[in-house]
């Protein structure tokens, strides 16, 4: 095995799973992807505690750490505890300054806790929790690539994101975000890469641009 490999690690957004990742294809001669999963979290389990117990996930030294949507607020927290070679945040939040304001108001009236997440067998729902639009004609999409609906899951990860205490951007990420995602609208100001036409799902229908840029950004 070639021990100069960088190992990268990607880790999908709220409710989804590693498929997103399908078409982000890097140089196999210098790279290795790894699709990292989510847990079911116990019900008491702090993002903190969370992060941790991901970080086992990760074995190889100096990785490369991506994380997208939630999956980008779960990375920053984990590269907390890890020796990375690069943290690279897609479609996220550098920090809670920058969730959107409907996010805001469920955590100031702690409606966050009387979500009908029992209803996650809807697809519909849990398209609008995990990526912001109503499924119409994406049906199979969302079912391609939603597949945890675990209402322990979800209760806890909304509650992770509306109650984020993260206060400024991570200084040594990479923050990568699109013009018109409509999940986190706010978030392409600052030290942000921003990639026009991009939405909340752009790892999926823009991975050309991540599969020619990553290299780049990685060995940067």
């Known amino acids: ?14 409710a989804a ?4 990742f399908e078409y982000i294809k890097l140089p196999e ?8 999963e ?3 979290p116990k019900k008491t389990e702090s993002l903190k505690q969370y992060a941790l117990r991901m970080c086992e996930f990760i074995t190889h030294e100096n990785a490369v750490l991506l994380g997208v949507s939630f999956g980008g607020i779960l990375a920053q927290e984990m590269s907390k ?5 690069k943290l690279i945040v897609v479609s996220s939040v550098k920090s ?19 979500l009908p997440t029992q209803l996650v067998s809807n697809i519909d729902l849990l398209a609008k929790y995990a990526f912001g639009e109503t499924i119409k004609k994406r049906v199979d999409l969302y079912k391609k690539y939603l597949s945890i609906n675990d ?3 979800l209760d806890w990860a909304i509650k992770q994101v509306v109650c984020w ?30 990639i026009k036409g991009g939405t909340h799902i752009m790892i999926i229908n823009k991975y050309k641009w991540f599969n020619e840029n990553l290299p780049k950004l990685i060995e940067d």
């Not at 001669?29 to 990292?36: A, E, G, P, T, V």
């Not at 100001?189 to 921003?194: D, F, H, L, S, W």
């Open 1 to 14: 095995m070639n021990s100069q490999l960088t190992h990268v690690y990607l880790m999908p957004g709220m």
């Open 17 to 20: 799973n590693p498929m997103i």
């Open 29 to 36: 001669k210098d790279y290795k992807i790894h699709w990292l």
């Open 38 to 40: 989510w847990q079911i």
């Open 81 to 85: 505890y890890l020796h990375l070679k």
């Open 96 to 114: 809670h300054h920058e969730l959107p304001k409907r996010l805001k108001l469920l955590k100031v009236t702690k409606a966050y806790k009387i």
């Open 151 to 153: 209402k322990t899951y």
């Open 165 to 194: 205490d993260q206060e400024r951007a991570h200084p040594q990420a990479i923050y990568i975000h699109g013009d018109n995602d409509a999940i986190f609208p706010h978030s392409c100001g600052g030290n942000c890469i921003v």
